[in-house]
């Protein structure tokens, strides 16, 4: 069975310095969505892609953030400028249409310090 | 925006015990999906179930889309059912998923 993966699985770096998680969603997938979980908090909403644009993201989601889908088979997520409370789980997720379920990848615990 | 609330926030329950857990949700919804998060962090998914009744093992989920509710039952619970249970949902217009603050279960042998 097709499935998301993501790495690296576990990232640390140092505040301030730039950061790339990367995701290769189902193949046949065609809207994309970045969400991340602080340890111990409910997982949170950041962006959703579609067409090759944003199509929402949310108030966490400032100019530190992009995405991009370079190839047509990667999706990444870059943080420009790290700081301590982006220290979270990061989960790529995908689905075929707007109407059926969200596959998640395993994530990636993103560590900053 | 839409407000996701998921009751108990935990729950403890010993081995062949039966729960339900339940998500509340503020507006009509398109999608809702329900996950356990294991040990690892990873999202599991359990059911996509915007409206109606599904059943799958030991474990069946039902949607009242009408009355803005959904629940999720566990029968006869093993230890590797313990972790955290999240709804999520995605209200009408938007893509994304609102996640519920999840119940926490525990499982004793």
């Known amino acids: 069975e097709p499935e998301v993966t993501q790495t690296p699985s576990h990232q640390v770096t140092q505040m301030g310095q730039e950061v790339i998680l990367r995701c290769v969603p189902i193949?046949?997938?065609?809207?994309f969505y970045w969400y991340r979980q602080i340890l111990g908090q409910k997982v949170e909403f950041l962006v959703s892609?579609?067409?090759?644009?944003?199509?929402?993201k949310s108030e966490i989601f400032d100019d530190q953030f992009s995405v991009e889908r370079p190839d047509g088979s990667n999706f990444t997520l870059k943080i420009r400028s790290t700081k301590l409370e982006d220290s979270a789980m990061y989960f790529c997720?995908?689905?075929?249409?707007?109407?059926?379920?969200?596959?998640f990848g395993p994530g990636t615990r993103l560590t900053v310090l | 925006g839409i407000q996701v609330e998921q009751s108990p926030p935990d729950l403890i329950l010993q081995e062949g015990a039966n729960s339900t857990l339940r998500c509340n949700f503020s507006d009509s919804v398109n999608n809702l999906q329900w996950f356990h998060q294991n040990p690892w962090g990873q999202l599991i998914n359990l059911f996509y179930?915007?409206?109606g009744t599904k059943q799958n093992g030991r474990l069946s989920a039902t949607t009242v889309a009408t009355e803005r509710y959904s629940l999720l039952y566990i029968s006869s619970s093993q230890t590797t059912d313990s972790g955290v249970y999240f709804c999520a949902v995605g209200a009408s217009g938007t893509y994304k998923y609102i996640f519920g603050t999840g119940t926490r279960l525990k499982v004793l042998a």
């Open positions: 179930i915007p409206s």
């Open positions: 892609f579609y067409n090759n644009e944003i199509s929402e």
């Open positions: 193949s046949n997938h065609l809207y």
């Open positions: 997720a995908g689905r075929e249409s707007s109407y059926n379920e969200q596959f």
